[in-house]
C-alpha cells in the first residue's frame, strides 16, 4: 500500500518520503550527490557557528554559579580576564595570568584542531555507499552486544556460601505416599512439558487453545514467566532434562532491555525469587548473574519523594507509576512490603548495599508512621507518605507484608529482632480486630473497612494458618496459641473447599448468617489453581506430623486432576459449585511454582529442604537462611 502524499497549505503537493531503496541507479547516484551537498553545507555551518560562538560567549566566570553563597566559600576569587585579586581586591597582574592567557590559547588550537578532524572523517564518510555505512554500524552494534555479553558473564563477587543442606532427598519410606508424590510429579511434568510446546518462552499459557498467555504484570514482552517460576520445583523434582531446558532458555533468550510495563512486586516475587533459588539449588552462575540485572532494572520504581517505590516500571524507561484502582493513585502495602527477602539476598550476594538499604528505607518509615488501633492499611500514597483508604486485609493487598516481617526475621538466623517485633505487633492488633469465630465455630479472618469488619475472607488469606504455625516458635511467650490459631485457619479453609461441588475453594467465602465459608457472589466462585490452601496444610505438616494434613492435601490434588486437567495442561474453574464447571483456558505460573511444589513437598520427608535452613518467599521459591553475625551487607570484607 503506498503511502497518501501530504497536501500542505500552500496546496501544493509533497511527494511522499521514500525511505526504500530507489528504482533508478542514475536517479539515486544523483539524489546522493545533492543529499551529501546539503550535509556538507549544515555540518561546515554548525561547525563554524561553534567555533565563533566559543569567542562569543560571555565570560561565565564572571557568573556566580551557586545562589548559596557557597561559591566564595568553595572556589578561589579569579577573574579570568582581568587577572587575581589580592584580598583587599586590588588587581595582581602577575604569572598567573600569564599561565591562564596560554592555557586558554591551548583550549582553542584543541577545539580548532577537533573541529577539523571532525569534519575530515565526515567527509570520508559521505564518500562511503549507503551499504558501506550501513555494514560499518552494524559492526559497531555488533561490538557493543559483545562487549554486554562479556559484562554479563563476569563473576560477581565471592561470598561465603550459606548452608544448603536438603536440596536433594525426601524419599517417602511409606509406599502410599512415595505413589502420591510419585503422582503430582506426574502432574508437574504434564504442566511443564505443555507449556514447553504450546507456550514456551510465553509467560504462561492457555491449555485449552494451547496457545502462550500473558497478563499486564509482566508487561508486553515474553519474559518466559513460567520457565523462571518453574525452575526451582523441576530441580527438587528431580526433572534436570527440563530444568537444564529452561536453564538454555534463560541464557539464550531472557533479555531484560525491554519496552515493557512490569509489576515490581510480581517481577519480585517471581523472577528474582525464582532465579535466586536456583541458583542456590544448582549453583549455576548465569541464576545470579540475571537476577541482578533484573533487579538493577526495578531500582528506577524507587525514584519517588518518599522511596516507596511505585507498583509499575518500564524496564527500559525506569518510568514507574502506580495502578489507577488503588486509592487514588497509593502504592500497595502487600507490593512494597514484600521485597524485603529477595532484596537482601541481592545485597548479600553482591556485596553492593544498594538493595538493602532500599529495603531499610521503606521498614523505616513505616514504624515512624502512626497505625489506626495498630493496624497496616493497605494504601500508602508514595507522593505524600500518606496512608491512603483505612482498609486492613490479611488476604489480597495486604497478605504478603506480614509474611516477610515474620521471614525477615527467620532468614536473617533470628536476628532481625526488629522485624519479629513488627510482626508480633502487627499480628497481636490483627487478633484482636480482624480474627473471629462464626456460630458455627469456624475462626476467619475478616476484613478491615473503616472501622468496620467485613466478614469475608479470600483464598489468599488462607496462607496465614501457615504463617502463624512457622511464626509460633519464638511468639511472645505464645507459641502454643500460634499453632493452634495455625490450626483453625487451616481448618477453616479445609471447610472452604469441602461445602463446594468440586472439592475446591472458591476465591473468597463469607461468613453471614446461615452462610459460613461459603462464596455467595457469582464473581467469587472462581478457582484458579492458587496454593495458598495447600501451602497452609504442608506448614502445618512440617509442625504437627498429623495425618489429616496429608489427607486434605490429597483431596485437593485429586481434584485439580479431575476438574483442572485438561489435555493441554492444567486450567482454572470459573465456579466451584458447579459439577460441570467451565474453564478459565489460564494454567497460572505459580501453579508450577507453588501448588505443586507444595504438594510434593507434603508427600516428601522433612529432610528435603527442611525450615531451619531454608525459608521460602512468598511464591514459594525456596532462599537459604543467612548467617549475617559476622557479615556486613554493604560486601563482605573476610572474603572480598
Ligand atoms: C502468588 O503469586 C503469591 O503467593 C502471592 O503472594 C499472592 N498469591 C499468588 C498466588 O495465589
Known amino acids: 500500500m503506498t503511502a497518501p502524499a501530504l497536501l500542505p497549505l500552500s496546496g501544493r503537493r509533497i511527494p511522499p518520503l521514500n525511505l526504500g531503496p530507489p528504482s533508478f541507479p542514475h536517479h539515486r547516484a544523483t539524489l546522493r550527490l545533492s543529499e551529501k551537498f546539503i550535509l556538507l553545507l549544515i555540518l561546515s555551518a554548525f561547525i563554524t557557528l561553534c567555533f565563533g560562538a566559543f569567542f562569543f560567549l560571555p565570560d561565565s566566570s564572571k557568573h556566580k554559579r551557586f545562589d548559596l553563597g557557597l561559591e566564595d566559600v568553595l572556589i578561589p576569587h579569579v577573574d579570568a580576564h582581568k587577572g ?16 591562564h592567557r596560554e592555557e586558554e590559547e591551548r583550549l582553542r588550537n584543541k577545539i580548532r584542531a577537533d573541529h577539523e578532524k571532525a569534519l575530515e572523517e565526515a567527509k570520508e564518510k559521505l564518500k562511503k555507499s549507503r551499504e558501506e555505512i550501513r555494514a560499518e554500524i552494524q559492526t559497531e552494534k555488533n561490538k557493543v552486544v559483545q562487549e554486554m555479553k562479556i559484562k ?44 514447553r510446546i504450546y507456550g514456551w518462552g510465553h509467560n504462561e499459557l492457555r491449555p485449552i487453545a494451547k496457545k502462550g498467555h500473558s497478563t499486564n504484570i509482566f508487561g508486553s514482552s515474553q519474559m518466559g514467566a513460567t520457565i523462571v517460576d518453574a525452575l526451582d520445583t523441576l530441580y527438587i523434582m528431580g526433572l534436570h532434562d527440563e530444568f537444564r531446558d529452561g536453564q538454555k532458555w534463560i541464557e539464550d533468550s531472557l533479555d531484560f532491555s525491554v519496552n515493557s510495563e512490569v509489576s515490581v512486586f510480581e517481577v519480585n516475587i517471581r523472577f528474582i525469587g525464582g532465579l535466586l533459588a536456583a541458583y542456590y539449588l544448582s549453583g549455576e552462575e548465569i541464576f545470579k548473574i540475571k537476577a ?76 515512624k508512621m502512626d497505625r489506626p488501633n495498630g493496624l497496616y492499611p493497605n494504601y500508602l500514597n508514595p507522593r505524600t507518605g500518606r496512608w491512603g483508604q483505612y482498609h486492613t486485609s490479611v488476604g489480597g493487598l495486604g497478605d504478603s507484608f506480614y509474611e516477610y516481617l ?84 487451616a481448618r477453616t479453609c479445609h471447610e472452604s473447599y469441602d461445602r463446594t461441588a468440586l472439592k475446591l475453594g472458591p476465591e473468597s467465602f463469607k461468613f453471614d448468617g446461615a452462610v459460613e465459608a461459603v462464596a455467595v457472589r457469582q464473581a467469587e466462585k472462581y478457582y484458579i489453581l492458587r496454593p495458598e490452601v495447600i ?15 496429608r489427607q486434605w492435601g490429597w483431596e485437593a490434588a485429586l481434584a485439580i486432576e479431575k476438574y483442572c486437567r485438561v489435555s493441554g495442561g492444567f486450567s482454572g474453574v470459573k465456579d466451584v459449585y458447579s459439577s460441570t464447571p467451565a474453564h478459565d483456558d489460564v494454567q497460572q505460573s505459580f501453579f508450577l511454582a507453588e501448588t505443586l511444589k507444595y504438594l510434593y513437598l507434603l508427600f516428601s520427608g522433612d529432610d528435603l529442604l527442611p525450615l531451619d535452613h531454608w525459608v521460602f518467599n512468598t511464591e514459594a521459591h525456596p532462599l537459604p537462611v543467612l548467617h549475617l553475625a559476622n557479615t556486613t551487607l554493604s560486601g563482605n570484607p573476610a572474603v572480598r
Open 535 to 549: 501451602e497452609t496444610y504442608w506448614y502445618l505438616w512440617r509442625f504437627t506430623h498429623d495425618p489429616r494434613y
Open 292 to 367: 541482578v540485572q533484573l533487579a538493577e532494572k526495578l531500582l528506577p520504581a524507587f525514584n519517588t519523594p518518599t522511596g516507596i517505590p511505585w507498583a509499575m516500571v518500564n524496564l527500559k524507561s525506569g518510568v514507574g507509576r502506580n495502578w489507577g484502582w488503588a486509592s487514588a493513585g497509593s502504592s500497595i502495602l502487600a507490593e512494597f512490603g514484600t521485597l524485603h527477602m529477595e532484596f537482601v539476598h541481592l545485597s548479600y550476594l553482591t556485596g553492593d548495599p544498594v538493595y538493602y538499604k532500599k529495603v531499610m528505607h521503606i521498614r523505616r518509615l513505616l514504624q
Open 152 to 195: 554479563e558473564k563476569k563473576p560477581l563477587p565471592p561470598v561465603p556460601i550459606p548452608n544448603l543442606s536438603g536440596i536433594n532427598g525426601g524419599d517417602p519410606e511409606d509406599d502410599d505416599i512415595r505413589k502420591k508424590r510419585e503422582k503430582i510429579k506426574e502432574m508437574m511434568k504434564h504442566a511443564w512439558d505443555n507449556y
Open 84 to 99: 587575581a585579586k589580592n584580598p583587599e581586591g586590588f588587581l595582581i597582574h602577575g604569572p598567573d595570568e600569564h599561565r
Open 406 to 489: 515474620l521471614k525477615a526475621w527467620l532468614m536473617s538466623d533470628k536476628t532481625d529482632l526488629e522485624a519479629r517485633n513488627m510482626y508480633d505487633d502487627a499480628i497481636e492488633a490483627i487478633e484482636k480486630h480482624l480474627i473471629k469465630k462464626s456460630h458455627g465455630g469456624l475462626t476467619f479472618i475478616g476484613e478491615w473497612k473503616n472501622g468496620h469488619l467485613e466478614k469475608k475472607m479470600g483464598h489468599l488469606a488462607c496462607f496465614a494458618g501457615g504463617m502463624f504455625a512457622l511464626g509460633a516458635d519464638g511468639s511472645r511467650n505464645k507459641a502454643g496459641h500460634y499453632l493452634e490459631l495455625g490450626a483453625e485457619i
